[in-house]
């Protein structure tokens, strides 16, 4: 079902009781309006006549603007705000009051199910919300955060930042293939099956010619000019700036103005959605364990973007996608940017899906912030702890939206929602831990709620949270491979990560979160100093942390991000330099073509990379075997084999039994040598 909503909302501004300064104002004074005499002032004989004249316009407004009533609203309501800010000031982030933008014409897009959730995710969204607000808000530093200042991407997204970081988010957005044509998604991959089609949408399951690996194709159809494309621009730019394990990761995407059509490729998670995980269980409720550890990912990630300055503002179910999970539970990908919001603009539109709405969007009193996620995080808890959507969905009513923004509006506390759940067994049979983790979230007003970096402090998840994960064997040995190579190629394995992935991509992530205790979205010295001290046996490589620490910290932040920490990593026990230089090749040759034009891949690297590279060819494209020849390496060397090893003595399998970790003792799929070997 589609439809569209319009709404214009207005705002009146309410009148404000604004106090002189105390500063040389008269202390006593006595006022005869009816009479027409002017006010006659003690202790200030000679005060000039404006400030008389401002006086008795005061004192008029006072006796003929306001009554008890008016009065007693407007105080109530700056208590409000003064609150408001008081908690944002406290906690994160500090607005400047101000009216907001009256709000625009706001839609739903199309509901038809697509990559697990629905064609713009049936999620409505206000111009603004794309564009951003004129008004210039402060934004102060949260705990959470890099401090700095907020500057705009693109698309109206933005991302807090210190003054290094500008390049830093340019270096990542460079990592992504851009096209010109579409005509790139059938000359790299096959099309599976279709995932789901909507009116001006469609998402096709692929798979790449070259590598094998399953990718997710979404496509936008509606022109170039519309809210659809806009916001899917927004996501293109969005994605490609963004570095978290639980996001899902863009790989390259299109922009073919001739065809009026965009189109992004997307790391495939095979698990479907969180709305499809309840429509499978048939009731059946999930165990706690597995909720919270969902809810835990979901707020990690959320951590990582509000402390970049970007609300998601379209958190349910639908956009929890899950991965295979690989004989264990799965993991949690956050999916649809296409309805981010700039922190720094604080507004009033219209925008989201509406069963997980946060009040204040709904009413459109006050200008909502990052606690409006925070809401629909509790929310979509609530539901996958209750198999049943706290709200109620607009099918409920016969597709009428207007009893679930209803049932919003009168929320007071979380008894109503009890009282509208309680045909659900399920939500009754939750721990008490369970039910004040959903209480400590939805509540009405935005100040009460909790941040999303104190939200994962909660009792209930840091029980269920996703256990520790330490360095592996082969990350160890990987790392010192990746320290003792030159500058050029550890760039080379940052390409590979970033274009490529590997399927170790959640085994890191999991290991990366684990040392990025405080969710800043970067490991830091001191946190990867106690990972490796931790992780290091006698049978392990040592190393110098701080000199890894170096040359992992490409963009020289004083801080390692996912992708960097990732690149540190794909150094197999079978790989050399010459079959990374191959498989950075592969990455870098963005039209499958077997050839590369240097023009084509000079922003993927700096400036002292240039003089390794002074041997390639400026003024043609070159091949494989020019790229290995100028990296110093043959371009027909083929991995190493694995060497047979004589079979050990009894005592000494003994003996490396009680030291090897049984985490460590598998075979690795593309490092296929056994870590205690």
């Not at 439809?3 to 214009?8: C, E, H, K």
């Not at 934004?139 to 700095?148: P, S």
Request: charged share 20%; proline share 4%; net charge neutral.
């Amino acid at each position: 079902m589609s439809f569209q909503l319009q709404q214009n909302m207005s705002f009146q501004n309410v009148g404000v009781r604004h106090h002189q300064p105390a500063v040389n104002r008269a202390p006593s004074f006595t006022v005869h309006p009816q009479s027409g005499q002017q006010p006659s002032y003690t202790g200030q004989r000679n005060m000039p006549q404006a400030r008389q004249n401002s006086w008795e316009k005061l004192h008029h407004e006072r006796q003929h603007s306001w009554n008890a009533q008016q009065r007693q609203r407007s105080f109530e309501k700056m208590q409000s705000i003064k609150q408001g800010r008081d908690a944002a000031r406290q906690h994160s982030y500090t607005f400047r009051l101000g009216p907001p933008g009256e709000g625009r014409g706001s839609m739903v897009a199309d509901e038809s199910e697509l990559y697990g959730s629905q064609v713009m995710q049936g999620s409505m969204v206000n111009g603004s919300e794309i564009y951003g607000s004129q008004l210039d808000y402060e934004v102060a530093r949260n705990a959470t955060q890099v401090g700095g200042m907020l500057c705009s991407i693109t698309g109206g997204s933005v991302f807090l930042k210190n003054s290094s970081a500008m390049a830093v988010v340019k270096n990542r957005s460079n990592m992504i293939p851009r096209h010109n044509s579409n005509s790139f998604a059938t000359r790299h991959y096959a099309v599976v099956k279709e995932l789901g089609r909507g009116s001006f949408s469609r998402v096709q399951l692929l798979r790449d010619k070259r590598s094998g690996v399953a990718r997710v194709l979404k496509i936008s159809e509606g022109g170039m000019g519309t809210k659809q494309s806009a916001m899917l621009k927004n996501e293109i730019h969005l994605l490609s700036a963004l570095d978290h394990p639980h996001i899902i990761k863009i790989f390259e995407y299109s922009e073919d103005i001739q065809r009026g059509q965009l189109l992004m490729v997307l790391e495939y998670a095979g698990g479907g959605d969180c709305q499809q995980l309840l429509a499978r269980s048939s009731g059946k409720p999930q165990s706690e364990a597995f909720v919270a550890k969902l809810i835990w990912q979901l707020l990690s990630a959320l951590c990582y973007c509000h402390a970049r300055g970007i609300l998601h503002c379209d958190i349910k179910p639908e956009n929890m996608m899950l991965t295979s999970g690989g004989g264990g539970l799965p993991d949690c990908k956050v999916i649809d940017f296409g309805l981010t919001h700039r922190i720094d603009q604080p507004c009033r539109d219209f925008v989201g899906t509406p069963s997980y709405m946060a009040p204040e969007i709904v009413t459109g009193t006050v200008a909502y912030t990052i606690k409006a996620d925070m809401w629909s995080v509790g929310v979509t808890a609530c539901e996958l702890l209750a198999s049943k959507a706290p709200m109620g969905r607009p099918q409920d009513y016969r597709g009428n939206v207007e009893p679930v923004l209803q049932n919003i509006r009168n929320y007071r506390c979380f008894e109503d929602i009890e009282d509208r759940l309680s045909s659900s067994e399920a939500l009754a049979s939750r721990s008490y831990s369970a039910k004040d983790f959903l209480i400590s979230l939805i509540i009405a007003d935005p100040a009460n709620r909790p941040h999303a970096d104190q939200a994962l402090d909660h009792s209930w998840l840091q029980r269920y949270k996703p256990s520790l994960s330490t360095l592996s064997g082969y990350m160890l040995k990987s790392m010192v491979k990746f320290m003792g190579t030159t500058p050029l190629m550890r760039r080379c394995l940052l390409i590979i990560a970033a274009r490529a992935g590997s399927p170790k991509m959640e085994q890191v992530g999991g290991v990366f979160l684990s040392i990025d205790d405080d969710h800043t979205g970067c490991i830091t010295r001191d946190t990867l100093a106690g990972a490796v001290s931790s992780a290091a046996t006698c049978w392990e490589p040592e190393f110098d942390v701080d000199d890894f620490f170096d040359a992992a910290d490409q963009d020289q932040k004083d801080a390692i991000s996912f992708l960097e920490f990732a690149a540190t990593c794909l150094w197999g026990v079978d790989d050399t330099m010459s079959t990374i230089a191959q498989r950075a090749f592969k990455a870098l040759d963005d039209n499958h073509d077997g050839m590369v034009h240097l023009h084509e891949c000079r922003d993927l690297f700096r400036e002292r990379d240039f003089m390794d590279l002074r041997r390639l060819p400026t003024n043609r494209p070159f091949g494989m075997e020019e790229w290995c020849f100028a990296l110093g390496c043959s371009s027909a060397e083929q991995p190493m084999k694995k060497k047979e090893q004589p079979e050990k003595s009894m005592l000494a399998r003994f003996i490396r039994s009680l030291i090897c970790s049984e985490d460590n003792t598998g075979v690795e799929e593309g490092h296929n040598d056994v870590v205690c070997a």
